[in-house]
């Protein structure tokens, strides 16, 4: 009876992690069919990582529930490999894996990481310890004086933009002598009359 119990709080587990991996691969496959078809705005962006987000967060917490059992402590032995598709498996791996083959079996179930993938981090790993505190913290302040100096470079361009531009000045004289020209135009005021006779003598 104890083994029937847990054998349901397992498979009721894995249903409930498989429609919330299944609505986060969906949520991924619209938003990736938006980006494909362009034109996309930057607050549609937003609202799918928020949706993103919010699926991740609800698949954590049914992970670390206390009704959710241990599923990293369950063992998955194949009890037979085949070279003949299988509909069933198909169906459950979405395509991926057609068939049981002896050759690829240990790959699907590999619980280390690839031994090329886990040289490379051993070296990043080996790469990060070399690197002193003292060092890191020289690196960490030099990159928040480079921030806050690019914060203050931008904070200035916004600054300048948002400023009014100056009012243009017009002088006092120019202003006296555009009205005595308009004047003169008009009305001929200002004007000198010349006599032809005396001009003549």
């Keep these: 009876k104890q083994w029937y119990q847990r054998r349901v709080r397992v498979d009721n587990a894995l249903s409930m992690l498989h429609q919330r991996v299944n609505g986060v691969k969906g949520s991924l496959q619209v938003f990736m069919r938006k980006l494909e078809m362009g034109g996309v705005l930057w607050p549609d962006v937003n ?5 993103l987000a919010g699926q991740l967060n609800f698949l954590q917490k049914v992970l670390t529930k206390d009704e959710t059992p ?16 299988d509909p069933t498996l198909d169906q ?3 395509g991926r894996i057609p068939f049981l083959a002896p050759d690829a079996l240990p790959n699907y179930l590999r619980t280390k ?6 040289r490379k981090e051993g070296f990043v790993s080996s790469e990060v310890q070399r690197i002193s505190e003292h060092s890191l913290q020289q690196q960490i302040c030099d990159l928040n004086n480079l921030s806050e100096s690019i914060s203050e470079i931008i904070q200035t361009s916004r600054e300048s933009l948002d ?3 100056p009012p243009v000045r017009h002088h006092e004289n120019d202003s006296k002598e555009l009205i005595k020209l308009m ?16 001009a003549a003598r």
């Design 70 to 85: 241990q599923l990293q402590n369950l063992v998955v032995l194949p009890l037979m490999t085949s070279q003949v598709p």
């Design 92 to 94: 459950l791996t979405e």
């Design 47 to 51: 609202e799918n990582f928020s949706t």
């Design 163 to 165: 400023e009014p531009p």
């Design 183 to 198: 004047s003169a135009l008009e009305t001929g005021k200002g004007l000198r009359v010349t006599n032809r006779r005396s």
């Design 113 to 118: 990481l690839d031994l090329e993938i886990e």
